[in-house]
């Protein structure tokens, strides 16, 4: 058995099939299993990047005349943030109630 790191390296696991005098095709299968992990790390990476966006204060600003608009024509008016890392969708939240006010 061996117990793997949660980002193994792949030459790290060369290195320690072969003390394990493991085949070529253990090694080969190995290989491969790390590969797969590297892609579905960096693709749940990709995903989490996608809600770290804290937008900026130009961005809000052009943002608030037309969600303006859109209240004068509505009852209510709700604004939902999908930048869920740390608290910056409660931060832009406030930012962006400041300029519509």
Do not use: K
């Not at 061996?2 to 790290?12: F, M």
């Not at 696991?13 to 190995?30: I, K, Q, S, V, Y």
């Not at 859109?70 to 604004?79: I, K, M, P, R, S």
Request: with cysteine; hydrophobic share 45%.
């Amino acid at each position: 058995m061996i117990q793997a790191d949660l980002a193994p390296s792949p030459s790290n696991l060369g290195n320690r099939l072969a003390e394990l005098g493991r085949p070529a095709e253990a090694l080969r299968a190995e290989q491969e299993a790390v590969a797969i992990w590297r892609e579905l790390v960096a693709t749940a990476n990709r995903a989490r990047l996608a809600y770290m966006v804290r937008y900026s204060d130009e961005e809000l600003s052009e943002w608030a005349p037309r969600i303006q608009g859109l209240a004068g024509e509505a009852e209510v008016t709700q604004v939902l943030f999908s930048n869920c890392y740390s608290d910056w969708a409660h931060r832009n939240g406030q930012e962006l109630e400041t300029l519509v006010s």
